[in-house]
């Protein structure tokens, strides 16, 4: 919490609590877009005859999910070695003490926050990211958005704390703005990690940002979860009574009043996040 923060209360109702990633939902992580396509260009070094035209992040793309997550897509069903490998190269390239940690703001991110906390002055909200704490810490100061939110809670090895999808972060954003730990928060992320958090704490609301996150979510579903998201875009029934999507991180405000509508009980409200807002792509393998 901020010294001389006041504890902003959440709401009765609609949950008033907003606990955002970092890399790719709020910022652009430039560095790990370039750690990543270095990263896949070694590997079609390393592997000429299994490997050629492997996917990169253009300059102008938004690196959202994670590195892990990324090579995760590429390698692990192919060779669990080469994953490996592949996750060794990119560990060694992010310690390059030469290497610029270089990131900027997420297209509508800061505006969307400045909005946030305008029209929400009692909102609490947090920031909650797997990067390490220290890094975390200097690159909020970086982007100077300080007054815009209560807390930041980034990895931190010594206090015991588990990384994302684990609850234990998003526990200590609600301790930290002396909330109990089951009052209803929005997530609001971009990886597998930030939309699986709502298996360990049921008072969370995924929104997910991105279309290759959404990709990647629906890969993963249909690996743990019986393929539940086709479902749940067919009849807006199962798992996805209370998740959602939304293209890019400026765009968060068109799809929170109905979503706030529904925790309410307003009439319809249902429907309306079904229909206004298209939640996910379809599932791979799935017709648009």
């Given amino acids: ?39 896949v260009t070694a590997m079609e070094r390393n592997h000429p005859e299994l490997y050629q035209h492997l996917p990169r992040v253009a300059d102008d793309e938004i690196f959202h999910s994670s590195i892990g997550e990324r090579l995760s897509a590429i390698f692990i069903k192919s060779d669990l070695n080469h994953y490996r490998e592949a996750k060794k190269i990119a560990a060694e390239k992010l310690k390059e003490p030469e290497r610029k940690k270089t990131i900027h703001w997420a297209p509508g991110a800061e505006e969307m926050l400045k909005n946030l906390r305008k029209t929400r002055p009692n909102a609490n909200i947090a920031i909650v990211s797997n990067l390490d704490n220290e ?9 100077g958005i300080r007054p815009l939110i209560n807390t930041a809670i980034g990895f931190d090895r010594n206090n015991g704390h588990k990384r994302k999808a684990a609850k234990d972060m998003l526990e200590e954003a609600l301790t930290q703005m ?22 360990n704490m049921p008072n969370i609301t995924p929104i997910i ?25 067919q009849t807006g029934k199962g798992l996805g009574a ?30 309306a996040i079904r229909t206004s807002q298209k939640l996910f792509p379809p599932a791979p393998g799935q017709k648009k």
């Avoid at 998740?243 to 009439?267: C, D, H, M, R, W």
């Fill in 1 to 39: 919490m901020l010294q001389g923060t006041t504890p902003r209360n959440s709401s009765a109702t609609a949950p008033n609590v907003y606990l955002f990633d970092w890399d790719g939902t709020l910022v652009d992580p430039v560095y790990l877009k370039e750690i990543y396509n270095e990263t």
């Fill in 135 to 143: 890094t975390l810490q200097k690159q909020i100061e970086q982007m």
């Fill in 178 to 199: 002396k909330l109990p730990k089951a009052t209803p928060a929005y997530m609001i992320g971009d990886s597998v990690n930030d939309f699986q958090t709502r298996r």
């Fill in 209 to 233: 940002v991105g279309g290759y996150s959404a990709d990647a979510i629906g890969q993963s579903l249909e690996r743990n979860e019986n393929n539940q998201l086709a479902q749940f875009q």
């Fill in 242 to 271: 209370g998740f959602g999507y939304v293209s890019e991180i400026g765009k968060l405000s068109e799809i929170l009043p109905a979503f706030q509508a529904k925790s309410n009980g307003t009439k319809g409200a249902g429907p």
